[in-house]
């Protein structure tokens, strides 16, 4: 049988229990992509991560190589399992212990991760990853998307909903209030046919909540407690639009309606009518470790 070792951890949370669930496999050489697909669909979780090593010349030039996959498909690029899988690896790996940075090698491209030592403590570990320069996609109609979201006309903000991508492309939707956003109930088969035809590839709806925002995303028939890269999508599509400053860093609550509270800290600046630099931060805490056995 072969064995490999992984580490459970809870990402965008300071307590365990919280947040968004990852598995990260520190050592999956051996491993195929299809035997990785497998194994996501056993632990069942929103993402598992494979960390496959290379020599260290080749990880200082392209960084650690990192294959990320939901359930049901392998995503170029997802947040949570980008600063999870960091922090585990610092935790983990002798040579990177006490790193302040980390680059992650995903299929979409070299991500940079900064650890910041000051504002971890009991266990948890607080990070903050430079997401890829944006790209804004179409516009949506208020008038398509309510039989999607289960929600209604009157229930959308002024801001035009709008696909946005550091990686994947999600159509961001700003809401009136946190009761709409409460009622969100996304239906899976009239979202398949929307995005088929889309260049979104799933939904992130936002509604203020005091000084900060609140958000909810719904796929695959279930809910995601904590989304990094369409959290980076969000602070984009809300600079871009005037709902935020330039440069301040935004408290985005995700996860509540579910039992999983997350904090997310994003910002993004805009100059001369373009908005970039896109950082989302937040705490990873180890949960479990355990072994997998392959035949």
């Not at 392209?62 to 999870?84: K, S």
């Not at 948890?124 to 008038?143: I, N, S, Y």
């Amino acid at each position: 049988m072969r064995e490999f070792k992984y580490h459970w951890c809870d990402v965008f949370t300071t307590k365990p229990l919280a947040g968004n669930q990852l598995a990260v496999f520190t050592d999956a050489a051996g491993l195929t992509g299809d035997e990785m697909q497998a194994i996501a669909r056993e632990m069942n979780l929103s993402e598992t991560t494979f960390v496959l090593r290379r020599d260290a010349a080749m990880e200082r030039e392209r960084g650690v190589r990192v294959r990320i996959f939901t359930t049901q498909e392998e995503l170029p690029f997802a947040g949570h399992p980008t600063l999870g899988t960091a922090t585990m690896i610092r935790q983990n790996a002798p040579e990177y212990a006490d790193a302040e940075r980390l680059v992650l090698d995903l299929n979409a491209g070299q991500i940079r991760v900064t650890f910041d030592v000051g504002r971890s403590g009991d266990g948890a570990t607080f990070a903050e990853m430079r997401q890829l320069d944006p790209v804004f996609g179409v516009t949506h109609r208020g008038e398509a998307l309510a039989p999607v979201l289960g929600l209604r006309l009157e229930d959308f903000a002024e801001a035009v909903p709008e696909t946005v991508s550091t990686g994947v492309p999600f159509c961001v939707v700003a809401l009136q209030s946190l009761e709409a956003l409460g009622r969100l109930r996304l239906d899976a088969a009239t979202s398949e046919r929307y995005v088929k035809d889309s260049d979104a590839k799933f939904f992130y709806m936002l509604a203020q909540d005091g000084d900060g925002w609140r958000a909810r995303m719904q796929f695959y028939n279930g809910e995601d407690p904590a989304t990094g890269a369409a959290a980076g999508c969000a602070i984009l599509y809300l600079v871009k639009h005037g709902l935020c400053e330039p440069g301040r860093r935004v408290h985005l609550r995700q996860g509540i309606e579910m039992g999983r509270p997350s904090d997310l800290y994003v910002t993004a600046n805009g100059r001369n009518g373009e908005v970039g630099e896109v950082r989302v931060g937040g705490s990873t805490v180890p949960v479990a470790n355990g072994r997998l056995f392959l035949a």
